[in-house]
């Protein structure tokens, strides 16, 4: 088993930026992918980015191009989003997960997936 944490969420003005962290422990070897997806009530989860866990090669929804950057840290087991120039529509709670060895926007191919973190958007 992976666990995952996220953290790094808050109140943040429209234009500002964040920097969101998903914390791994537990069997963190068996990671291929980790991912980061953002869930609304009444909507499914939003893929927005992955990465491989060992090459870095990423993945992003176009949601997320231009604005949003995903990075790890494998020294301390940690994967980042970097989010910028925020918009109100950003407000959601952001999630990482496991996902599987090839990189993928498929929700149903993430499991572990941590507890969230609140992202609020508004002046």
């Known amino acids: 088993q992976v666990q995952l944490v996220e953290s790094g969420g808050g109140l943040v003005q429209p234009g500002g930026s964040l920097r969101l962290s998903c914390a791994a422990s537990?069997?963190?070897?068996?990671?291929?992918?980790i991912g980061w997806f953002r869930q609304v009530p009444g909507k499914g989860r939003e893929f927005l980015a992955a990465?491989?866990?060992?090459?870095?090669?990423?993945q992003y929804a176009d949601s997320a191009k231009g604005r949003f950057t995903i990075s790890k840290d494998n020294a301390v087991n940690s994967v980042y989003l970097q989010m910028n120039s925020l918009k109100t529509e950003d407000t959601a709670v952001y999630y990482c997960?496991?996902?599987?060895?090839?990189?993928?926007?498929?929700?149903?191919?993430?499991?572990?997936w941590g507890q969230g973190t609140q992202v609020t958007v508004s002046s």
């Open positions: 997960a496991v996902g599987p060895t090839v990189l993928s926007p498929q929700v149903s191919r993430y499991r572990d």
């Open positions: 537990g069997r963190t070897l068996m990671i291929a992918t």
């Open positions: 990465i491989l866990y060992r090459s870095g090669a990423t």
